[in-house]
Structures are given as structure tokens and as C-alpha cells.
């Protein structure tokens, strides 16, 4: 006979009537199945931990912020943003939903080009631009966001050594209230250097002027901020139309939309807290469309959602290794992925449902990867019910960030699957394997042999 798992007794207090400031019990639902596909056939198949795209969710998600925004603004234009999740088959699906590129590296622009993407559909931002890429881009076409004054002045040369006159947008910071304010990138509205750029372009004329580009902040919780933002650049597109009579095709409002994930921190949950598309779209189409513009001029709708179009299709499922006791008595669980391959659990408190049934008792448990950091902490406080050596569990909203900002240290990155629309999963990416790893590495010949 199977010996059952010990359980302390509990004396657990009933809320009865209307519930008080913390709730009444917290709902624990094992999470066995994700879109139909059983969470334990997955990690036999792919292995443990691995990475889970929804397909279904993402094109949901991409419908979903597509009609916020088109049913407030007629002309828009999203464009996905390579840095949040550049795997090639989640790139396609946004892709072929109609999104547009957004690149911000010489890397990401080449991974652009090779998914299909034509070139003057791929947004080049990003301080970092070598002259390799200016002049690639410039070859396909691409709107160039330029980011400081040696960007121009190089491009500048660039353009005028090529005989090409590049299309490009400059990236504008300014104050929306949300402090601290991002002015690392591009050129400030209030000081005057947005205007300072615009002058050396427009009278320099070896650049075509075609947009206007801001990105005020990440996780963006207020969308008024961007109403802020979107009056600002209007008025320096009514600017430019007044001064010297040309026509700003696009407005870029970048991204930064929130997901539903939950700040560390935060006394509710991201689900309670973070706008929805509809409020965001409010804020900037009613911004732009009263702003001024006649029908003719009014420009393109750019954004550049990441987080947002793809955090909630993304889970992560991994392993328990172990159980102990802590030396306050608190109970800690050890798992087999750590923030080596979940760095966002360094700023979110990430929801994790047991991906198989368990009883009603629960207790307050401190969740730790495999890694020999002390810093490996996965969530430092989580009320779970007792989970044993390989149990599995669910890592919810994981899909942004963490396939491109993971690191291979100590232990080798998992497989990524995607659970397609035609009822199969679909590995995008495979297991790292010790041959990965070694394959950039060079020996020096007299390090080849030793003796012990």
C-alpha cells in the first residue's frame, strides 16, 4: 500500500457574510490542463522544467488590442517587439496577424529580415546602431528612430556618401508625471532638443523626416500618461506642419502597456490593477484625434505593444526537487527552474498552481530554484498546499521577457513549445545541450592535456 503524505492538524477560521479587507479563502484550483493539453503529457514529452506558449492566447490577445484601437483611430498600425520574445515562431504569429517588426539591435534586425519580414515594415530603434546597420537599413528601406546627435550626424554622412535619402523618426522623452522620467533615450520636448533634431534634419535635407516616437516607461499603470505623451508629440507634428509645411505620416507611441502579472509589492493582484487595452487606447486615440489635425494629415498610429500582447500566452512548467524546513520553521520547496531562466521573478510575484489534485490544507512556503545562489528565489512567500518530490506545477504569465533575458548558468535552458491552434504541440525551440554550449568555445593546444 502507497504510504499517504503526513498533514499537521489544522484549525482553519470560517469567514461567514460579507467578506473582510484580505477576502475570504483564497481559491487554490490545480491547473492540469493548458488549451485541452495535459500539463504532465507535456513535461514527459518536452522534459522539466519547459515553456509553454498558447498560440490561441496570443491571437486572442492580438485581436483583442487590434479592436481597441482601430474602433477609436483609423489608422493603426501595431508592430511587435522583437526584445520581448524573439523566438521565430512567436515573431510569425504575430506576423501573419499583421503586426510589423520593432527592432532595437543589428541582431534583432537580421532575424527581421529572415522571418519574411519586408524591410520597410521593420521599425529600427535602439542607441546602438553600427554603421553596418544604418547601412542596411537604409538599403531595405526601413524607418531609422534616431536616438542622439551622432546617430544623425553619422547617418547623415551615411545618407549622403549612399546618394539615399533614409526615411527616419526621432525618439522624444518628456515629462507624463511618471517619475522617475525616462530621458535616457532620445531627445527631451521641454528643453528644446526635439526641435533642436528636427531642424538639422528638415533644413540638412539629406533625411526624409516621416515620424515621431516616444516610449515613457515599462509596466505602465497609468494611462493618462499617455494622453500626456500623445499631445506632446501632436503638437510637435502641428509644429513641424506650421514651420515647414510637411506632413508627419506616423506617431510611434511605443509600448509599456502592463500585463496582468502582479508587482512585488503590490497589495492586489495585476489582474485588478493593470488597465485594459480599451483604457489605454482611450487615453491616446481621443489625445490624438483632438489635438487639430485636418483629416488629410492625420497620421499613422504606431504601437509597439511587447509585455502586454504576450505575457498571460506564456507558462512556465517545472518540478518539485525537494522539501525542508527553515531555520525559522518556515517550509521551503526547492524547484527544478530557478531565476537563471525566470528573471522576471525578480519583479513580479508570479501566480504557480500545482498541476495536480491535492487536499484543502495549505501553508505559507518559500519557493527556491536549483541554482547555488542564495538569490535564487522564485517567490518568497506563496501559500501552497504541501507539494512532494516531482509534483509539477504551473508558472502563470512568464511569456514576456524571460526567453531573452534567460541566462545559461549553471544549468542548460529548457525546450519552448507552443500549443498550436491545430490541436498538436509544437517544439520552437529545443533543449540546450552541453554541445550548444562548447560549440563557440576554442582550446588553446597546450591546455589540451594535464596530469593530476
Given amino acids: 500500500m502507497k504510504r499517504q503524505q503526513y498533514e499537521r492538524p ?11 479587507k484580505f477576502g475570504t479563502k483564497t481559491e487554490y484550483a490545480p491547473v492540469t490542463h493548458i ?19 498558447s498560440e490561441k492566447t496570443m491571437r486572442d490577445t492580438y485581436k483583442e488590442a487590434n479592436r481597441a484601437f482601430k474602433t477609436r483611430y483609423p489608422k493603426v498600425q501595431f508592430a511587435w517587439s522583437y526584445k520581448t520574445n524573439y523566438i521565430n515562431a ?3 504569429v504575430f506576423h501573419q496577424e499583421g503586426s510589423w517588426a520593432e527592432v532595437v539591435s543589428g541582431f534583432e534586425y537580421k532575424k527581421a529580415l529572415q522571418n519574411g519580414m519586408p524591410g520597410n515594415k521593420i521599425i529600427f ?24 546627435l551622432d546617430e544623425l550626424y553619422r547617418l547623415t554622412e551615411l545618407a549622403d556618401e549612399m546618394k539615399k535619402k533614409p526615411n527616419v523618426a526621432i525618439r522624444v522623452n518628456m515629462d507624463t508625471g511618471i517619475y522617475p522620467m525616462w530621458d535616457r533615450f532620445g531627445f527631451n520636448y521641454e528643453n528644446g532638443q526635439a526641435w533642436d533634431a528636427i531642424n538639422k534634419i528638415i533644413l540638412g535635407d539629406k533625411l526624409e523626416l516621416v515620424g515621431l516616437h516616444t516610449h515613457i516607461g515599462t509596466f505602465m499603470l497609468s494611462p493618462s500618461a499617455y494622453a500626456i505623451a500623445a499631445n506632446k508629440l501632436a503638437d510637435l507634428a502641428l509644429g ?3 514651420k515647414f509645411g510637411r506632413t508627419i505620416q506616423y506617431i510611434d507611441m511605443g509600448g509599456g ?20 487595452f480599451n483604457q489605454f487606447a482611450e487615453a491616446i486615440c481621443t489625445a ?13 498610429l504606431v504601437l509597439e505593444t511587447g509585455r502586454a500582447m504576450i505575457d498571460d500566452a506564456g507558462y512556465l512548467l517545472g518540478s518539485v526537487i525537494a ?10 520547496t526547492i524547484m527544478d527552474f530557478g531565476v537563471n531562466i525566470l528573471f522576471t521573478a525578480f519583479w513580479y510575484s508570479h501566480k504557480i498552481s500545482p498541476a495536480q489534485d491535492f487536499s484543502t490544507y495549505t501553508e505559507d512556503t518559500v519557493l527556491y530554484g536549483p541554482l547555488c545562489m542564495n538569490i535564487d528565489v522564485v517567490r518568497d512567500q506563496i501559500t501552497l498546499p504541501p507539494l512532494k518530490k516531482d509534483d509539477h506545477v504551473v508558472v502563470h504569465t512568464v511569456g514576456a521577457y524571460n526567453m531573452t533575458q534567460w541566462m545559461q548558468f549553471i544549468s542548460m535552458r529548457p525546450a519552448v513549445v507552443m500549443l498550436g491552434l491545430d490541436g498538436k504541440s509544437h517544439l520552437i525551440r529545443k533543449r540546450e545541450t552541453i554541445e550548444n554550449i562548447e560549440a563557440n568555445e576554442v582550446m588553446p593546444e597546450y591546455l589540451l592535456k594535464f596530469k593530476i
Fill in 35 to 53: 488549451d485541452d493539453f495535459s500539463v504532465k503529457e507535456l513535461i514527459k514529452q518536452y522534459g522539466s522544467p519547459v515553456f509553454v506558449i
Fill in 10 to 20: 489544522l484549525i482553519q477560521r470560517i469567514n461567514s457574510g460579507i467578506m473582510n
Fill in 240 to 242: 513641424v506642419k506650421k
Fill in 288 to 300: 490624438l484625434l483632438n489635438a487639430g489635425f485636418v483629416e488629410k494629415d492625420l497620421p499613422l
Fill in 90 to 92: 512567436v515573431c510569425n
Fill in 257 to 276: 502597456f502592463a500585463s496582468k502579472n502582479t508587482l512585488k509589492g503590490s497589495y492586489l493582484p495585476g489582474s485588478d490593477t493593470s488597465p485594459d
Fill in 125 to 148: 530603434n535602439g542607441p546602438d546602431k553600427t554603421d553596418e546597420d544604418l547601412i542596411s537599413a537604409i538599403n531595405n528601406n526601413s524607418p531609422i528612430h534616431i536616438d542622439h
Fill in 323 to 332: 522539501n525542508k524546513r527553515l531555520s525559522d520553521g518556515r517550509r521551503a
